[in-house]
């Protein structure tokens, strides 16, 4: 079996899905094969090849070059829009890595092309948090009346896939609560201020190990880990919960000496904490730095690791953690939804 796929966006993500794709043989199982269709990206070139792009090639053309269209291919078709491949591609299913913008509450133009690809009811997937988070239930209902399926596993945690083990373990032990430490970057640079840093020095030191982006203030300003809690609100919860500017979001900027000292008093740990309560009304959503006694789950975590603990009415406390959330786990839960598709799994 052959799966077609339709890549939109060549950042980190989309690099490391490629490496994957050289590697397919000792990931597949016989007969199974993936191939990519088609690439597009915001200001790098697009390309489409019928026969399939060589990703070895691809990569090496856009390591010398910068652009994606510096591959020479017989028969391959160069700067289509992205929006006119997922409208007239042949192709099996859209793998979605742009980006949108959080603060900006901007879920384009990754939205546009899901409910593109929906419109030809093809399978969607995708690493994009501001689409999954802004757009979620437009995209559900998309979905539904499409009859095909979206899966987004690389937009939160997927050092620590709690998003997969809650769906497929304790989707009947009725979720109460959830507490979870959603950016490793910011993980990272709380154990160097704990260790005496200042913010600058932790961030460049993060930034120098490749913790951080070359700009982190999504991270450090708690939007992504806004954005990723009212994923996992949305998915795991089943209700409606606030938008994005509606319940509390802050970051680490402001954090002072004596909060630092408080922490270290404790002999537990300062984090970011993402934090999701059941209410009369709802659910409530919550974003902020909180010092954490040794006695929570959630202390006993060193640097960039991530973790969760999901409070449940039959199973009790449900703790999870995992190393960081790289580029490289981001593409391999893209290769993991990719392939549950393939075999016809729900989400």
């Excluded at 979001?249 to 002999?267: D, H, N, P, Q, Y």
């Excluded at 740990?269 to 040794?294: H, M, N, Q, W």
């Excluded at 580029?327 to 598709?341: E, H, S, T």
């Amino acid at each position: 079996m052959t799966i077609r796929v339709l890549l939109l966006g060549f950042g980190s993500v989309g690099r490391n899905f490629c490496r994957l794709l050289e590697k397919q043989e000792a990931l597949l199982e016989k007969e199974e094969r993936i191939l990519l269709a088609g690439l597009a990206t915001r200001g790098r070139g697009s390309l489409w090849s019928d026969d399939g792009i060589p990703v070895s090639s691809l990569l090496e053309a856009e390591r010398q070059t910068g652009r994606v269209d510096a591959l020479s291919l017989a028969g391959c078709k160069k700067g289509l829009p992205a929006l006119d491949m997922v409208r007239e591609g042949e192709f099996d299913i859209l793998a979605e890595c742009t980006s949108g913008n959080l603060k900006a509450m901007e879920s384009e133009p990754g939205f546009s092309h899901i409910r593109a690809a929906f419109e030809r009811k093809k399978p969607v997937v995708t690493t994009n948090k501001a689409v999954a988070a802004l757009r979620f239930e437009d995209i559900e209902i998309l979905s539904s009346q499409a009859g095909v399926p979206w899966h987004f596993d690389g937009t939160v945690v997927v050092g620590a896939p709690f998003l997969d083990y809650a769906r497929r373990t304790i989707v009947d032990a009725r979720i109460l609560g959830f507490e979870g430490t959603l950016s490793a970057t910011c993980n990272y640079v709380l154990d160097c201020l704990m260790e005496g840093a200042s913010l600058d020095q932790a961030l460049m030191d993060a930034q120098r190990s490749g913790m951080a982006e070359s700009d982190p203030a999504l991270d450090i300003d708690g939007w992504d880990s806004a954005a990723k809690l009212m994923i996992v609100a949305k998915a795991l919860m089943g209700m409606p919960c606030p938008a994005l500017g509606e319940f509390p979001v802050k970051g680490i900027r402001g954090l002072t000496r004596a909060v630092l000292a408080e922490a270290r008093r404790s002999g537990g740990k300062i984090r970011l904490l993402a934090r999701i309560t059941r209410s009369a009304g709802g659910i409530d959503l919550s974003v902020g730095p909180e010092v954490l006694l040794p006695s929570h789950p959630l202390s006993l975590l060193f640097g960039p690791t991530n973790g969760a603990v999901i409070l449940t009415e039959n199973l009790g406390e449900i703790c999870l953690s995992g190393t960081g959330s790289s580029p490289a786990q981001a593409a391999f839960a893209l290769w993991q939804d990719i392939r549950r598709i393939a075999r016809g799994e729900k989400r």
